[in-house]
C-alpha cells in the first residue's frame, strides 16, 4: 500500500475489532485481524467493563495484525486506539489500574447529578462545556467517586494507550465528552474542577488527533511482535467523531454538501458538523451537545436511542430460546403495517440492560396504545421510533444551527439495517446516503495515514478517499409512507 499500512483499535460496547487499513489513493483497504465481544458485566456491586479482558484482546488482535503485516512484508506505521466516550479507568502513581472501570449503564451516577448542579448550574455548565446532559457523563460518574488522592483518570482509549506506551494523555475528543472541558477554548474547563474539588491534574494534559502519544513499551512491543519504535497516534479516540470523520460527504460543484450524520450503532449519533458551538439557552433545552470532532470542527448531535433496543430484546429472547435471524426478524418487521405505536427511543428508562421487549411494551402502555408480545412488532415500534427520533433531531439541529440538510448520511451498523435506512428517508423527508458500515476503523485509520503525512488536505481529502473506496446505498423517501398509506 503506497500510502502506508495502519492498525486500528475499535472497541464499541457490544464488540471490538483490531483492523489492519491500507491506504491508497483510491481509497483505504480494511482487513479485519481480530475480533472479540465486548459487553458490561455484574461485578463487585456494579456494571462494569472487563477492562482486563479487552486489553489482552487489544494485545491478541495487535499480535495478529504485526503476523498478517509480516506476511506481506509490510510494515505497520502506527496504532491507533478508538472507544465508546465517559467512562474512565483510576490509575495509581506506580500506574496500576485500582478497579475494572464501571460502565456508563451502571445506575450510581444518576444520584449524583443533584448535588453536582447544587455547586454548577447546568446553565453555566452548558454555556461553558456545550455538552449535552447525560445522567452517565464523566463529571457525574466521577461525583461518585470516594477517594480520587493519588489517583488519576484515563479515559478508556487513553486506559489502552498508556498501557501500550506508558505515556499518559487525554485525546481532545474525548475529553469533550466529560463536562469538563471548555468547547470554545478547547481546554479544561480548570474552574470546573475547583468547583468540585476535583484535582486540576486528575486528567493528564491534553493532546490532539493526530499527535503521537508515544512508542510501544519493550515489554509490549515484544508481546505483540511490532518494532518497540511503533508509535501509538491519538485519532479522535471518541469513536463517534472517527465515525463522523469518515462520513462519506463531498463538496459538489464548489459547494460543501449540507448534510447531516446519523452514527448508528449501539446508539444513534444525530446531528450536523459545525465550525463554532452553539451554546444558546434553546440548543440547551433541546439537549444538543458540542462535542469536538478531528480538525477542530464541532460535532452539533443529540444521542437518540439507538441499537441496543434491538440488542438487548435479542438477548432477551435468546434467554427465552427464541432466536429469531435478525434478517428474518426485519423482514416482518418491514411487512406490518405504518403507524404502528412508538416510543421516545431517548428516555433513560433504556439505559440499563435487561427486560426490553417489557420494557418497550410498558411505554407503549403508558402513551395509552398497546404493543403486541411479538418479536416483529416490537422490532417494527423499535424502527418507527428511530426514525421519527432522527426525524425530529434533524429538523431540530437545522433550526437551532440555522443550517439546511440536503441529505443524511447514515454510517456504522445500522447503514446496513435497510429497514431503519427506509424508515428514516421517510421520516426525514430527505434522501438517505447508507455506509461505509466500517466508518469508524476508516476514521481512524485515515487521521493516522494523515498524521503520516500519506494523506494531505484535511477532513475534506479524507472523506473523499472515503466516498471513492466506498460502495454507499441511497433511499429515496417515499412521500405515500409519510402520509401514512403504504410502507
Ligand atoms: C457511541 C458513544 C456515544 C457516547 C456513548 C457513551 O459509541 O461513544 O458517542 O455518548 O457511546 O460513551
Redesign the pocket.
Known amino acids: 500500500a503506497e500510502g502506508g499500512v495502519f492498525a486500528a483499535v475499535d472497541i ?2 457490544s464488540s471490538g475489532r483490531v483492523i489492519l487499513g491500507r491506504v491508497t489513493s483510491a481509497g483505504v483497504a480494511l482487513e479485519t485481524v481480530h475480533r472479540f465481544p465486548n459487553g458490561v458485566v455484574e461485578r463487585d456491586g456494579g456494571l462494569r467493563w472487563d477492562f482486563d479482558a479487552l486489553f489482552a484482546e487489544v494485545l491478541a488482535g495487535l499480535r495478529a495484525a504485526a503476523a498478517a503485516a509480516a506476511a506481506r512484508g509490510e510494515k505497520i506505521a502506527s496504532v491507533g486506539i478508538d ?5 474512565y479507568g483510576l490509575v495509581d502513581s506506580a500506574g496500576n489500574l485500582v478497579a475494572q472501570p464501571y460502565s ?1 449503564r451502571d445506575d450510581r451516577s444518576r444520584t449524583a447529578v443533584a448535588p453536582v448542579h447544587a455547586k454548577l448550574d447546568p446553565a453555566r455548565l452548558y454555556q461553558t462545556t456545550g455538552l449535552q446532559f ?1 445522567q ?1 457523563n464523566t463529571i457525574y460518574q466521577l461525583a461518585t467517586e470516594k477517594d480520587l488522592d493519588g489517583l488519576q483518570a484515563l479515559l478508556i482509549p487513553d486506559l489502552i494507550a498508556f498501557l501500550l506506551t506508558g505515556v499518559r494523555r487525554t485525546e481532545a475528543t474525548n475529553a469533550s ?1 466529560t463536562g469538563l472541558f471548555d468547547a470554545v477554548a478547547g481546554e479544561w474547563a480548570t474552574e470546573f474542577f475547583a468547583a468540585l474539588g476535583l484535582r486540576k491534574d486528575l486528567f493528564p494534559p491534553l493532546i490532539q488527533p493526530g499527535e503521537t502519544v508515544g512508542t510501544l513499551l519493550p515489554d509490549i512491543a515484544g508481546q505483540v511482535d511490532l518494532p518497540p519504535e511503533t508509535p501509538v497516534v491519538a485519532v479522535g479516540s ?4 472517527s ?1 463522523v470523520a469518515a462520513v462519506p460527504a463531498v463538496a459538489d460543484g464548489g459547494r460543501g454538501e449540507n448534510f447531516a450524520y446519523i ?1 448508528s ?3 444513534s ?1 444525530v446531528g450536523l458538523e459545525l465550525k463554532h458551538p452553539v451554546l444558546t439557552g434553546a440548543s440547551r433545552e433541546a439537549n444538543f ?1 458540542n ?1 469536538r470532532g478531528v480538525d477542530g470542527t464541532i460535532r452539533y ?1 443529540r ?1 437518540v436511542g ?1 441499537l441496543w433496543l434491538l440488542s438487548e430484546c435479542q438477548r432477551t429472547w435468546a434467554g427465552e430460546g427464541f432466536q429469531p435471524d435478525l434478517a428474518a426478524l426485519l423482514t416482518a418487521a418491514a411487512a406490518l403495517p405504518v403507524g404502528g405505536p412508538r416510543i421516545n427511543a431517548d428516555d433513560p428508562y433504556f439505559i440499563a440492560p435487561d427486560n426490553m421487549p417489557g420494557r418497550i411494551r410498558a411505554a407503549v402502555r403508558r402513551t395509552g396504545e398497546v404493543l403486541a408480545d411479538d418479536p416483529a412488532a416490537i422490532t417494527r415500534c423499535i424502527m418507527d421510533s428511530l426514525a421519527a427520533g432522527y426525524a425530529r433531531t434533524i429538523t431540530t439541529a437545522e433550526r437551532l444551527a440555522n443550517r439546511e440538510v440536503d441529505v443524511v448520511h447514515v454510517v456504522g451498523g445500522g447503514s446496513q439495517n435497510t429497514l431503519l435506512c427506509q424508515l428514516t428517508a421517510n421520516a426525514t423527508g430527505r434522501p438517505v446516503v447508507a455506509g461505509p458500515v466500517e466508518a ?1 476503523a476508516l476514521g481512524n485509520v485515515l487521521v493516522q495515514a494523515q498524521a503520516a503525512g500519506a494523506v494531505d488536505g484535511g477532513l475534506a481529502e479524507l472523506r473523499r478517499i472515503v466516498a471513492t473506496g466506498t460502495s454507499l446505498d441511497r433511499y429515496q423517501p417515499l412521500v405515500a409512507a409519510r402520509q401514512g398509506c403504504v410502507n
Open positions: 464499541g460496547a472507544t465508546w466516550a465517559v467512562d456508563y447525560l452517565f465528552t471518541h469513536d463517534t467523531a465515525a452514527s450503532g449501539t446508539w449519533l451537545t462535542e448531535l444521542n439507538g469508524t
